[in-house]
C-alpha cells in the first residue's frame, strides 16, 4: 500500500519555520534588533502574528524580555545578531538569568563550517555558557527542531532561567524543505501541567504545620513565577501564619493583608524569623537577601524545622538545613496544602498564632511612623522619600512599578507598599544599574492597560536614558521618574565609611576631594525627554511633585520627570548598615 507524503515547500527558510515553531509556543512579542544574520526571522515574525519591538541595545532587549515573562508569566523571547549583537547582549543574559526569569535567546551565529576570523566573531556559547540555563547551537535544518523543542522543554522546565539557541547564520537564512509535521502542538513534547507534589509529602507538611506553635511562611519568587498569589494568601489565611518574602519576591501577596510581614522592615522580620519553629519555604533558597537562613537572623536548626518546597532540587538545604524537601511547583503544592488542612483546623492553635501575627504588625506599624517622619521634610531640593509616597496616592493600586539604582531602590522600596501581587520589577539578586530603564518598557508591553512607572536613580539612568526613544517609538507610555543626586550616592557613602567613618558619621557627608570619582555631572532628563519626543518636566519642591505626576500620567505618553533631591539626604537612606551587613555571610 502507498502511504502518502506531506507536501513540502521548498520556498521555506530556517528563520520562517523558527517563528512557526514560536507561534506554536503561544509566543505574541519578540525583543531584539534586526540583524543580516537573522533576516528571514526578523522578516517573519510579522506575517506570524509576532510583534517585534526594538530597543536601541541587545542588552536593553534581555530586560524587556525578562520583565515581560516575569509579570506576563509568558515566556519571554528575545533575539540578537552574530558577533557584537550577542557580546552587548551578555550583561543582559547575565542579569535575567541571575533574577529567574523565563527568557529564550535565539543568536545569530558565524556561518557554520566558516572561518573563524576576527570580523564579527564570538565564541558565543562559550561565552553564554555560565550565564544560561541551558544553552545549544543548530548544527542543520534537520536538527532544527530537535535543538528548537529541547529549548522550549529546558525553558519551562525546573527553575526559570535563560536558555539560548546560536543558530548559524547559513542555516537561519538558506532556503530548505520543509516538512509541516516538524511543527507540533507543545504538549506533544513538553509537559504543559505544573509538577504536583508527592501525596506523602504533603501529608507529612500538613503535620508538621499543624503541630506547630508558631510556624511562618517564608515566600520567593516562584511564587511570582507560578501566579500562586492567590494561594499564598488562602493559605496563610487558613493557618493564621505571618508571611515575609525574599527582597526578590517583593508583591508576592498583598501587604495589606493581616498576614503579611514586608520585607522592609528587617527588624521584625528578624525576630519573626527567630521566633517561628517551623517555616515553610516556598520557592525560595534562602540565599543573601533571606541573610543565609542563619542566626542571628534566624533560629538556629536545633529549634526550628524547615519545609523547602522548590521545582529545583538543588537548592534543598543549600543554607539551611531542611527536614522535608519536596520538589513540586509551589501552586499546585498550596493548593493540594489547603484541602489536607482543611480537615486539621481544630488541630491548630489559629487563636494563639493570630495573637501573636498581630503582634508582628503592631510593631511593624510602630517602624512605618518612624519612617514617614521623612514626609514631614518640605524642604527644597526635596527629600526623596516623596516620589514613591507620592507615586503611590496617584497612580492605580494595579500600578506596575519598577525600581533601579542604589540608594533611590532603598528609598522606593521603603516608602512603597504592594496591594496588589507582581507589581514590582527590579533586580534585587543581580543589584544591576540600568535596567529597569527598559524592564519598564517589558511590563509595559506585557500589559498595555495597566500604568508604569520607574523610579529611577540619575546614575542609572545614564546606563540607558535612550531608550526613551524606544518608548516614544512604540507608543508605550512609562513614566520615568528620575531623582537627581548627581553622585554614585551609595558606592559613595561605602567609600566615605571605608576612608574617614568618624569624620562621616559627624559631618554626614564630605568634600568631592575626600571621595573617589562618586560625583557625576548634571544631565537635563527632562530636556533630553523632550528631545527624544516625550514630555518632559523638572521639579525640585515636593510641593509640586502631585501636579507634575498627575501631568505625566494624565499625557498619555512616555513621560520623564527630572527630581532633584537633596544628595546628603538622599545618602542616607534607610537601614544602610543592614543592607552592607546583607552580603556578609554570618558565621555558623
Known amino acids: 500500500m502507498n502511504v502518502s507524503q506531506p507536501d513540502k515547500d521548498p520556498a521555506t527558510n530556517g528563520g520562517e519555520i523558527i517563528s512557526k515553531m514560536l507561534v506554536a509556543e503561544g509566543v505574541k512579542t519578540v525583543f ?126 525546573g527553575r526559570p532561567g535563560v536558555v539560548h539557541v546560536d543558530v548559524p547564520e547559513n542555516i537561519m537564512n538558506m532556503d530548505c524543505p520543509y516538512d509541516p509535521s516538524w511543527i507540533r502542538d507543545p504538549a506533544s513534547y513538553r509537559s504543559l501541567d505544573p509538577m504536583p507534589p508527592l501525596r506523602d509529602l504533603v501529608e507529612k507538611a500538613a503535620d508538621m504545620l499543624a503541630n506547630a506553635k508558631f510556624p511562618l511562611i517564608h515566600a520567593g519568587t516562584a511564587i511570582i513565577h507560578a501566579q500562586a498569589h492567590e494561594e499564598l494568601m488562602a493559605l496563610a489565611a487558613l493557618l493564621e501564619v505571618p508571611v515575609s518574602t525574599s527582597w526578590g519576591a517583593r508583591s508576592a501577596m498583598d501587604e495589606r493583608r493581616e498576614q503579611s510581614i514586608p520585607m522592609i522592615y528587617l527588624a521584625t522580620t528578624t525576630e519573626l524569623r527567630n521566633k517561628a519553629d517551623v517555616v515553610l519555604a516556598l520557592g525560595s533558597r534562602i540565599g543573601e537577601t533571606d541573610w543565609w537562613g542563619k542566626p542571628p537572623y534566624w533560629a538556629p536548626p536545633s529549634r526550628q524545622k524547615l519545609i523547602q518546597v522548590d521545582l529545583d532540587t538543588s ?129 509595559q508591553a506585557a500589559n498595555p492597560a495597566r500604568q508604569v512607572y520607574c523610579i529611577i536613580g540619575d546614575g542609572a539612568m545614564g546606563f540607558h536614558q535612550q531608550e526613551i526613544e524606544t518608548a516614544v517609538r512604540y507608543n508605550l507610555p512609562v513614566i520615568y521618574l528620575v531623582l537627581c543626586d548627581k553622585q554614585w ?87 544602610l548598615k543592614d543592607f552592607k551587613d546583607l552580603h556578609a555571610e554570618p558565621a555558623g
Open 32 to 157: 531584539g534588533i534586526p540583524d543580516s544574520s537573522i533576516s528571514t526571522l526578523c522578516a517573519s515574525l510579522k506575517s506570524s502574528g509576532i510583534k517585534l519591538i526594538s530597543p536601541t541595545h541587545e542588552t536593553n532587549a534581555m530586560h524587556m524580555a525578562g520583565a515581560y515573562a516575569r509579570i506576563s508569566g509568558r515566556l519571554g523571547v528575545c533575539i540578537a545578531g552574530k558577533g557584537p549583537g550577542l557580546a552587548n547582549a551578555l550583561s543582559g543574559i547575565a542579569v535575567e538569568n541571575a533574577e529567574g526569569h523565563r527568557v529564550l535567546l535565539l543568536s545569530g551565529a558565524a556561518q557554520e563550517g566558516g572561518s573563524k576570523g576576527a570580523y564579527r566573531y564570538l565564541p558565543q556559547l562559550d561565552a553564554t555558557r555560565p550565564i544560561t540555563k541551558w544553552n545549544s547551537a543548530i548544527s542543520s535544518i534537520e536538527k532544527m527542531n530537535d535543538v528548537m523543542r529541547t529549548a522550549f522543554r529546558m525553558s519551562h522546565t
Open 315 to 443: 537548592v534543598f538545604g543549600f543554607n539551611k538545613p531542611v527536614n522535608l524537601a519536596v520538589q513540586a511547583d509551589v501552586k499546585v503544592f498550596m493548593k493540594s496544602l489547603i484541602k489536607t488542612l482543611q480537615n486539621r483546623k481544630p488541630e491548630m492553635n489559629l487563636e494563639d498564632r493570630q495573637k501573636q501575627t498581630r503582634q508582628f504588625r503592631k510593631s511593624c506599624r510602630a517602624r512605618r511612623r518612624q519612617l514617614d517622619k521623612h514626609l514631614m521634610d518640605n524642604s527644597v531640593p526635596m527629600a526623596s522619600a516623596h516620589v514613591p509616597h507620592m507615586c503611590q496616592k496617584i497612580f492605580d493600586d494595579d500600578a506596575i512599578v519598577v525600581f533601579d539604582g542604589g540608594n533611590t531602590c532603598i528609598w522606593g522600596l521603603f516608602f512603597h507598599q504592594v496591594k496588589t501581587p507582581n507589581t514590582v520589577v527590579g533586580t534585587p539578586k543581580m543589584g544591576h544599574l540600568g535596567a529597569g530603564v527598559s524592564q519598564a518598557l517589558g511590563a
Open 489 to 575: 550616592g551609595m558606592v559613595k557613602m561605602n567609600q566615605l565609611f571605608t576612608l574617614k567613618p568618624i569624620k562621616t558619621l559627624v559631618l554626614k557627608t564630605l568634600s568631592p576631594e575626600e571621595s573617589i570619582n562618586t560625583d557625576i555631572g548634571e544631565t537635563r532628563f527632562d530636556q533630553l525627554a523632550e528631545a527624544m519626543g516625550a514630555l518632559g518636566q523638572r521639579v525640585d519642591d515636593p510641593k509640586a511633585l502631585a501636579g507634575a505626576i498627575r501631568a505625566a500620567r494624565d499625557s498619555g505618553r512616555c513621560s520623564v520627570i527630572h527630581l532633584d533631591v537633596n544628595p546628603v539626604k538622599h545618602m542616607w537612606a534607610p537601614n
